[in-house]
């Protein structure tokens, strides 16, 4: 195996690269001759390829060591894991928050989710929240840049009448509008039907992730006449723990969900607190794999595999079930478990595979990413908090240091370079070295109160330009 420095054999344990570069969930042969991934490096010289199509992937709830390129020495990824070879995984990207909706509204509008009313909650729960169909997003300014866009599954930004991803740039959609849904009869959190086709309600009880895959495979496979974008959002592996073949749990969850007298009771349902298992976990996740595997061969079959830009990344941190060493934390928190995501990106055209790259990123930085390799403009009354990879992917720029920024109501986080600056739900203010320290046990902050003040107040700056929380 060649030399790597210190810091890089850090990061590659870091982010559970070991099984990477063994050649993760591939064959023996396969492994035996697999390149060894690498430190990310721009390609020196490549032809113009013509404005890509954006295929953006999100699981839902994906814990991020939950594949086996990842880590996780029980889950089989082999599908993701071969996009991660022929691509760059990243293993210091973050989820733009710690819960569904105010993630996916980093994603599209490129801005922290305290920027917009809708995004203050975490995450929407009713018919009054929702993104305002007049704020510029990732769908409506590639729309203006000639793009078809579509988003198929999980919306969870706003409920009809007011909000829909038809309202708000994407010329088609087919999924569900809220945060949850019971796989089979497609009853949601509101306690009703929700599986939509534009805005029209469409009747299918199969197994939800086999009903978003058709779509997907459909779409990608039809003949194009422009460039387009596609939001592919699974709500694999979230709850409640059901996997193809699994009705019979499902026809219970749906009964309680119709017998329920409150939304609270909807929830609880939903939230299916009574079932699920490191093997049924296992299961979704793996059926997430082979969804992901359909479109990428139905991409390929297609002839616009090449230039195509794939995208994929979790919404935020892992939860109940998930496989996180070492990560400290889960879903609703800014500890590392709560917000750390797998992030693959594949572009033939323009950039290698076999790498990997320890660059801390975030959510907006696709958003801003994304628009510039499509050649589309920001709205400059509404400025990205994200940072554009362009540069950095295609011709090896250096990545300016940042700040990346999450607030929730319960606890804030900065990370600058290998610092973290951590505030938990009782008040106090914690300091960690995430090369060092990837877990968060070793506070700092009273070995660095300086460090500590500094990040501190850049915290404090960037959310005063943010909306408060109501109430």
């Known amino acids: 195996m060649p030399e790597i420095s210190r810091r890089t054999f850090g990061g590659l344990i870091g982010g559970g690269a070991v099984t990477a570069v063994a050649g993760a969930a ?20 490549s032809a113009h390829a013509g404005r890509p199509n954006l295929l953006v992937i999100l699981g839902d709830d994906l814990g991020w060591a939950d594949l086996s390129s990842y880590g996780a020495p029980h889950i089989r990824t082999p599908n993701l894991d071969r996009l991660a070879r022929q691509g760059v995984r990243f293993t210091d990207a973050y989820s733009g928050s710690a819960t569904c909706s105010p993630t996916r ?16 909650a975490e995450p929407i729960a009713d018919r009054t929240q929702g993104l305002d169909p007049h704020h510029p997003t990732l769908a409506s300014l590639l729309k203006k840049s000639g793009y078809a866009t579509a988003l198929i599954g999980k919306w969870h930004c706003g409920w009809l009448p007011d ?19 019971e796989y089979f009869s497609k009853l949601g959190q509101l306690g009703s039907y929700d599986l939509y086709e534009g805005d029209a309600e469409y009747k299918d009880l199969r197994y939800y992730t086999t009903v978003l895959t058709e779509r997907a495979v459909e779409y990608v496979g039809r003949e194009h006449h422009s460039p387009w974008l596609l939001n592919l959002n699974f709500t694999t592996p979230h709850w409640p723990w059901l996997a193809e073949g699994d009705e019979e749990t499902g026809a219970e969850i749906a009964a309680k969900i119709r017998a329920a007298k ?24 793996e059926s997430l794999d082979a969804a992901v595997g359909e479109v990428l061969d139905a991409l390929r079959r297609s002839g616009q595999e090449d230039n195509t830009v ?19 934390g889960e879903k609703f928190v800014l500890q590392e478990g709560g917000i750390r995501v797998p992030t693959i990106l594949r572009w033939p055209a323009r950039v290698d595979g076999h ?6 990123v975030f959510t907006p930085d696709w958003t801003a990413t994304l628009l510039e390799l499509a050649g589309a403009r920001p709205d400059p009354a509404y400025p990205l908090d994200g940072t554009s990879l362009a540069g950095y992917l295609l011709h090896g720029e250096h990545l300016p240091e940042r700040d990346l920024f999450w607030r929730v109501r319960a606890n804030r986080a900065l990370r600058r370079g290998d610092w973290k600056y951590y505030r938990d739900a009782d008040g106090a203010d914690h300091l960690y070295n995430l090369t060092a320290d990837l877990r968060e046990q ?30």
């Not at 591939?26 to 010289?45: G, K, L």
């Open 310 to 328: 794939v995208l994929f990344a979790s919404d935020n941190g892992g939860e109940r079930w998930s496989y996180l060493w070492p990560l400290t």
């Open 105 to 120: 509204f980093s994603l599209y509008t490129g801005r922290y989710p305290g920027r917009t009313p809708g995004g203050l």
């Open 442 to 471: 070793a506070d700092l902050a009273p070995d660095k109160p300086e460090l500590l003040a500094e990040l501190k107040t850049s915290w404090e700056r960037i959310a005063a330009g943010l909306l408060p929380y109501p109430g």
């Open 163 to 181: 909000y829909s991803p038809t309202k708000s740039g994407w010329d088609e959609f087919f999924g569900n509008f809220g945060g949850v849904l």
């Open 262 to 285: 409150s939304q609270a009771e909807v929830g609880n349902a939903l939230n299916h607190y009574d079932g699920g298992s490191v093997a049924k976990y296992t299961e979704m996740v």
């Open 26 to 45: 591939a064959t023996p042969a396969e492994a035996a001759s697999a390149p060894a991934e690498r430190p990310f490096a721009a390609r020196t010289a």
């Open 355 to 360: 790498q990997v790259s320890h660059k801390p």
